[in-house]
């Protein structure tokens, strides 16, 4: 971008730079009108503000590009953001959607059912019952070796009997999982359909595909609800043609021409582009990348931050250098005119007293722009780190909601698999075969240490991992309340808190009931390796080349995870009732000084995601905190 273009983005830039022009220009006027009048008796003084006056044009060629370069700094780190956090959030999500696949592909009465021993009836009553605990998907297709479709559970998508998709073919000639979005004649309503595809075997042999539809749209408005203010907006590209966007239709945008860049200001507007970090490995389709945008003259009108008064951040010295250089002009400018009336006195030249008067004029000018102009440059530098603050803490806990929201689905899900409804129903149950089902399902989901099946009595029968817990009994109210509970869709936590079954660290176990014909014959347990997840979530999001650190605390200050390294889990942080009050669904910020240290803490509450937390009745109220030195 040139300078006409880096102006246009910011108008109070362009004004800044035509007063610094004016003031220049009326300052070289006034020392030419002086020295005509009284270049004999103040030629030093002229001299001295003829030198002031270069020093204030050399201030003025390092503040303005200064004042530019952070104002762009700030929003295309905003954009970028937007951007990042946009396509990563998505990933994640859809890393989850490859395990899923897997392992339902897996799933004895789907295998029932394409063998002929089950009616396609109770096997979609089963996939719907999926739908209800992972309502990510919209459809679930069933389709036998020769591509016909065997069964779908979607009443609204009607599938003709010629419908037929290569990505069936394609899965059953592949070890692992197909990902395709496309448009498919299996989705005919559909311009494009996000496909995840993998084969069913039994003893080694195909029997068929398992492909389920990721609401991808819906998702993507997600996103982009949670993330973005009214004048910003973000599309998702393949590198051919947009896919999803928040605005209200893809035909609204302004693509730039430029797309390949990372930065493009074009058609008014500024471009930020970002690929995915990954999340595990995993990638998704390598083609997607965000583009964020938005308009900068709007973006550049918003309110000063209200609490930032008085509030300086640490400068580098580039710019305090400038800053002297300024205190410099102004106090030169004091001294001419000081120096100005002390002549026109002893000298009694008084044809200064027009020239010192316009002096004064201009000076008090030069001071409010100059002051002016470096709180700008200040205040952007405070606002990047507020927004900094606020967006890295948001993100940590959106990140969290929706991963535990998994943690919801999965023990729910699980609890369902007709081998531990079997054996938990015989009087001797094989530990072996639950054992061997348990570890497979861990292989695939590997953010648990554990998975452990219990009996009615709260004994554990099987373990994917520690076979040495085997035998024991497990306590706890959610241990109790699964035991005792009669809704299919419930699921418990337990508290934040040691357990011997995560090497007495604090974890939450997600905890669901088995049944086999409604009657409760035990529970499923799965631990969550909280200590790398959560520390993962808090490194992801908190924003690079910042000092400082991030946490998710309770209501009462006690650590759930932190990159503080002295601080543990479990241990009570020292917090302002303010911070630990908070109950808004925005995130906001607080300035507050920590073990010595000034620091700008950004805050947000978790919220919940989908059902988890909004319609299931888990309370548990988390504070995602980032802190960054200032």
């Known amino acids: 971008m040139n300078d006409s273009q880096l102006l246009e983005l910011f108008p109070f830039i362009r004004n800044s730079v035509e007063l610094f022009d004016n003031q220049n220009r009326f300052l070289k006027k006034i020392i030419l009108t002086g020295k005509i009048s009284a270049l004999e008796k103040?030629?030093?003084?002229?001299?001295?503000?003829?030198?002031?006056?270069?020093?204030?044009?050399?201030?003025?060629?390092?503040?303005?590009?200064?004042?530019?370069?952070?104002?762009?700094?700030?929003?295309?780190?905003e954009l970028h953001s937007k951007a990042q956090i946009s396509i990563d959030i998505l990933i994640r999500n859809l890393f989850e959607r490859t395990a899923d696949v897997g392992f339902l592909a897996t799933d004895n009465v789907i295998i029932e059912f394409l063998r002929g021993d089950k009616s396609a009836e109770m096997l979609k009553k089963r996939l719907v019952e999926y739908t209800l605990k992972y309502s990510v998907y919209h459809e679930i297709i069933i389709a036998d070796t020769q591509g016909r479709v065997a069964l779908n559970i979607n009443s609204g998508n009607v599938i003709s009997d010629t419908a037929h998709d290569p990505i069936i073919e394609e899965a059953l000639a592949t070890d692992g999982y197909i990902e395709r979005y496309a448009y498919s004649p299996l989705f005919s309503s559909q311009n494009k359909s996000l496909m995840f595809a993998q084969r069913i075997v039994e003893n080694h042999q195909p029997m068929g595909v398992l492909i389920l539809c990721f609401r991808f749209e819906d998702e993507m408005?997600?996103?982009?609800?949670?993330?973005?203010?009214?004048?910003?907006?973000?599309?998702?590209?393949?590198?051919?043609q947009i896919i999803a966007t928040s605005e209200s239709s893809v035909g609204a945008i302004k693509k730039p021409k430029k797309s390949n860049d990372k930065i493009t200001f074009e058609n008014g507007n500024l471009y930020v582009s970002a690929s995915t970090k990954g999340y595990e490995g995993y990638f998704g389709t390598p083609s997607w990348k965000s583009v964020s945008y938005i308009n900068a003259r709007k973006s550049s009108q918003k309110p000063p931050v209200e609490d930032t008064i008085g509030v300086?951040?640490?400068?580098?010295?580039?710019?305090?250098?400038?800053?002297?250089?300024?205190?410099?002009?102004?106090?030169?400018?004091?001294?001419?005119?000081?120096n100005g009336e002390l002549i026109a006195s002893k000298e009694q030249v008084y044809v200064l007293t027009p020239v010192l008067d316009n002096l004064r004029i201009v000076s008090?000018?030069?001071?409010?722009?100059?002051?002016?102009?470096?709180?700008?440059l200040e205040n952007t530098i405070m606002e990047g780190l507020i927004y900094d603050a606020q967006s890295a803490a948001k993100l940590a806990i959106e990140i969290m909601d929706r991963n535990l929201y998994e943690r919801a689905n999965d023990c729910r899900w699980w609890a369902m698999t007709p081998l531990f409804e079997q054996e938990l129903g015989d009087a001797t149950s094989d530990t072996k075969r639950m054992n061997d089902v348990l570890s497979y399902i861990n292989n695939l989901y590997t953010v648990y240490t554990n998975l452990f099946i219990y009996n009615r009595d709260a004994t554990i029968v099987a373990s994917s991992n520690d076979q040495s817990i085997i035998g024991n009994k497990i306590s706890g109210d959610y241990i109790s309340r699964t035991l005792s509970n009669q809704i299919g869709q419930n699921y418990f936590v337990s508290a934040f808190e040691p357990t011997p079954y995560y090497q007495n660290?604090?974890?939450?176990?997600?905890?669901?009931?088995?049944?086999?014909?409604?009657?409760?014959?035990?529970?499923?347990?799965i631990v969550f390796d909280s200590y790398p997840q959560f520390q993962a979530m808090l490194q992801d999001s908190f924003p690079a080349g910042k000092k400082g650190f991030s946490c998710f605390v309770d209501r009462k200050g006690y650590v759930i995870s932190t990159t503080h390294p002295s601080i543990r889990p479990m241990e009570q942080m020292e917090l302002d009732e303010v911070i630990l009050r908070y109950n808004d669904r925005q995130s906001t910020h607080r300035f507050l000084i920590y073990e010595g240290k000034k620091y700008l803490v950004g805050i947000a509450l978790s919220y919940g995601y989908r059902e988890y937390k909004l319609q299931d009745n888990y309370k548990n109220d988390i504070l995602s905190l980032t802190f960054i030195e200032y």
Do not use: M, W
């Not at 003084?45 to 104002?71: A, M």
């Not at 580098?316 to 106090?331: F, H, L, M, P, T």
């Open 42 to 77: 103040a030629a030093n003084l002229f001299s001295f503000t003829e030198k002031t006056i270069e020093t204030f044009t050399d201030l003025k060629d390092e503040l303005i590009p200064l004042l530019i370069q952070e104002n762009v700094k700030k929003h295309t780190e």
């Open 221 to 240: 408005e997600r996103i982009f609800s949670s993330l973005l203010s009214p004048s910003e907006h973000v599309y998702i590209t393949d590198g051919k």
């Open 312 to 338: 300086k951040c640490t400068l580098d010295d580039n710019i305090k250098s400038i800053i002297r250089k300024a205190d410099d002009v102004i106090e030169d400018l004091s001294d001419v005119i000081i």
């Open 364 to 376: 008090s000018a030069i001071l409010t722009t100059i002051k002016e102009t470096v709180n700008n």
């Open 505 to 525: 660290e604090a974890t939450y176990i997600y905890s669901a009931t088995i049944r086999q014909n409604e009657k409760i014959v035990g529970g499923i347990g």
